[in-house]
Every structure is written in C-alpha cells, then in structure tokens.
Nanobody, 121 residues
C-alpha cells in the first residue's frame, strides 16, 4: 500500500534553518498534489504549503518568504526548506499527498506519521 515517510524534524534555534523530506512509495499511479501541514499542541492542523505536479506552489501567510516547498517528481519526494524559524513554527509537521493509487479509480489523500520540529533557544 501507499506509504509516506517523513524525515528531518529536529530541534533548532530561533532564526535557524531546517529541511524536511517526505518520500512516497507503494502502488502509486500518479501524485497530483503534495503538501505540508502542521499541528501545534492544543491547536488545529493548518496548511503550511502545497505544490502541484506542475510545480505551482501555495503558502500560508505565516510562512511566506521563509519556507520553500519543492518536489522531485521522479522520486516521489517532497521537501520543505524552512529558514528564519520562529518559536511559533514549532509543531508536528505532516506530509500529505493527493494521489492516484493503482487500486482505486479516484484520487485519495494520504498522510505521513508526522515529524517533530522544535524551535527553542
């Protein structure tokens, strides 16, 4: 089955940088859109950034200019480069993929397990 595996979460200082990766594997026919979401304790999950198969991107206002989302279509891998990190960026970051699996006729959403990003001095 389809699996999303995230990596890169870590403890960083305010103003620091961190890169996240998400590799999609399994019986994938095509990936339509991939994105990053995050959820801090006591708060709802929110959109961070998305990217389509053609490379069109969308960012939350709170990360615009600081984060960069990209993808390697050949390897079904998603990236998030985070710069100028702030304490409010601390959260569990989740990888999302809207994709067509061979088993299903319609696209479905898949989620990674989440990776912890901590921003602290």
């Amino acid at each position: 089955q389809v699996q999303l595996v995230e990596s890169g979460g870590d403890l960083v200082q305010p103003g620091g940088s961190l890169g996240l990766s998400c590799a999609a594997s399994g019986s994938i026919f095509s990936i339509i859109t991939m994105g990053w979401f995050r959820q801090a304790p006591g708060k709802q999950r929110e959109l961070v950034a998305t990217i389509t198969s053609s490379g069109a991107t969308n960012y939350a206002d709170s990360v615009m200019g600081r984060f960069t989302i990209s993808r390697d279509n050949a390897n079904n891998t998603l990236y998030l480069q985070m710069n100028s990190l702030k304490p409010e960026d601390a959260a569990v970051y989740y990888c999302n993929a809207r994709l067509r699996a061979f088993k299903y006729a319609a696209a479905r959403d898949y989620w990674g397990q989440g990776t912890q990003v901590t921003v602290s001095s």
